[in-house]
């Protein structure tokens, strides 16, 4: 805690403006909730016009003034012009969390070139496209913090995720590259290491099986989780207001796994 810091502020993200992108639904919503509950103004964006009424709902309802924007990630044009609606409708973005992302889940040999293309450049590629819009704002107020949502697979692989693993391999290693090019700017660029989130994105790997039993991936994760559950997106809430505020301005170039202990974990015995 430096000495402008209280107990009382270090935590709190009043007056910061917040951009966490393909918030509509999934862990992102659930990030920028917490980051507006912590005091920010959060903007968010998705590709789909009718996730972003839903999302938009959905903030009302839990009391967050969010914005939405229709945007593609991978679109350095879409992303320039988001940045400069959010710089207009909000003031310079202080806190960036690189959420939006996709998984094919396809044996190499059966992905093709353009599948594992769209994974890499949602994943890998835009990180790098936000980051690199957002970065002159923060440069010239003196501050940032930068957000990048790794994944299990920053560390581990696994049969049919071949594209999703090298990109979030190659995010944990933009994230180091962003920290070390910036952290004299002030701007720390950390990422989130989230375990096995129940999320739109892996239901299909929670689906109850037609003999009413659980799905083998299911159960495997069971056994390899210490906290024997999967995680929720209320569960990346606090480390990521942390991340996002003052009381993580020593912390740079880290991914903090939030993953109820997997990567701790040999797997309970069968
Ligand atoms: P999700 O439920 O599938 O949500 C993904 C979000 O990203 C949606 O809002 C989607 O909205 C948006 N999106 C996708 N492609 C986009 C693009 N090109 N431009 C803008 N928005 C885009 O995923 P999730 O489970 O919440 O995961 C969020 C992040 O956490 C991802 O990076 C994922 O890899 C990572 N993660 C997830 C888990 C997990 O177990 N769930 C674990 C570790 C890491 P539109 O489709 O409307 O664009
Ligand atoms: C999968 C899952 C994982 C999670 C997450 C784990 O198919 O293995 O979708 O990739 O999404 O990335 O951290």
Same mark, same amino acid.
């Given at each position: 805690m430096?000495?402008?810091m209280?107990?009382?502020?270090? /935590?709190?993200?009043?007056?910061?403006v917040?951009?966490?992108?393909?918030a509509?639904?999934g862990?992102g919503?659930? $990030?920028?909730?917490?980051l507006a509950?912590?005091?920010?103004k959060?903007? /968010?964006?998705? %590709?789909?016009? @009718?996730?972003?009424e839903?999302? #938009?709902e959905e903030y009302?309802?839990?009391g967050? &003034?969010?914005?939405g924007?229709?945007?593609?990630?991978?679109?350095e044009t879409?992303?320039?012009d988001?940045?400069?609606?959010?710089?207009?409708?909000?003031g310079?973005? &202080?806190?960036?969390?690189?959420?939006?992302g $996709?998984?094919?889940? $396809?044996?190499?040999?059966?992905?093709s070139?353009?599948?594992? %293309? @769209?994974?890499?450049?949602?994943?890998?590629v835009? *990180?790098?496209i936000?980051?690199k819009?957002?970065? *002159?704002? =923060?440069?010239?107020?003196g501050h940032g913090?930068?957000i990048?949502?790794?994944?299990?697979?920053?560390?581990?692989?696994?049969?049919?995720?071949?594209a999703?693993?090298?990109?979030?391999?190659?995010?944990? =290693?933009?994230?180091?590259n962003?920290?070390?090019?910036?952290?004299?700017a002030n701007?720390?660029c950390?990422?989130?290491g989230?375990?096995y989130?129940?999320? !739109?994105?892996?239901?299909p790997?929670?689906?109850?099986? !037609?003999?009413?039993s659980?799905? !083998?991936?299911?159960q495997?994760i069971?056994?390899?989780?210490?906290a024997?559950?999967?995680?929720t *997106?209320? &569960?990346?809430?606090g !480390?990521?207001?942390?991340l996002?505020?003052?009381?993580?301005?020593?912390?740079?170039g880290?991914? #903090?796994?939030?993953?109820?202990?997997?990567?701790a974990?040999?797997g309970? @015995? *069968?």
């Amino acid at each position: 805690m430096t000495s402008s810091m209280t107990f009382e502020t270090m /935590f709190s993200l009043k007056g910061r403006v917040a951009l966490v992108t393909g918030a509509a639904y999934g862990i992102g919503f659930a $990030i920028a909730r917490a980051l507006a509950k912590a005091g920010a103004k959060v903007a /968010f964006n998705c %590709r789909s016009r @009718q996730h972003l009424e839903m999302a #938009l709902e959905e903030y009302r309802k839990e009391g967050v &003034d969010a914005r939405g924007y229709i945007a593609d990630v991978t679109e350095e044009t879409q992303v320039k012009d988001l940045i400069a609606k959010i710089e207009r409708d909000l003031g310079t973005i &202080d806190i960036l969390v690189n959420n939006a992302g $996709i998984i094919k889940r $396809i044996p190499m040999t059966e992905m093709s070139v353009e599948e594992y %293309r @769209q994974v890499v450049d949602i994943d890998l590629v835009a *990180p790098f496209i936000v980051a690199k819009a957002v970065l *002159p704002g =923060m440069i010239r107020q003196g501050h940032g913090k930068i957000i990048n949502i790794c994944s299990m697979m920053s560390e581990l692989g696994r049969e049919t995720v071949s594209a999703y693993a090298a990109a979030k391999g190659g995010l944990k =290693m933009l994230t180091r590259n962003i920290c070390a090019e910036y952290g004299g700017a002030n701007i720390q660029c950390n990422g989130i290491g989230p375990g096995y989130i129940a999320t !739109p994105q892996t239901a299909p790997l929670r689906e109850i099986q !037609p003999d009413g039993s659980r799905h !083998p991936f299911d159960q495997f994760i069971l056994a390899k989780t210490p906290a024997a559950r999967w995680g929720t *997106p209320e &569960d990346l809430e606090g !480390p990521a207001i942390f991340l996002a505020s003052d009381a993580s301005d020593f912390v740079n170039g880290h991914i #903090l796994y939030v993953d109820g202990g997997i990567l701790a974990y040999i797997g309970k @015995q *069968p």
